[in-house]
């Protein structure tokens, strides 16, 4: 089963190498999916994963959206 924790945790290390910021808030996770900050507390609360918004996320930055949801290697596509 993927985890909700899991799967932040690495859009979290992406925008933190990104955004050189070590604190990533809840909102900057909800921007950078391309979510309403309220939306997305709604989401975390009940661990809902917004996988067409990871597809978009990945595809955007060139990422392996297996590495996201399951930690697959590799972290980049080429």
Known sequence: MIDFNNV????????????KKEK??????????????QYYAVIKKRKKIPFESIAHFSHSHKLNMNWILLAQKPQYLT
């Open 24 to 37: 990533i808030l809840d909102k900057d996770i909800a921007l950078a999916l391309g979510l309403d900050p």
């Open 8 to 19: 932040m945790q690495r859009i979290k290390k992406i925008l933190s190498i990104q955004t």
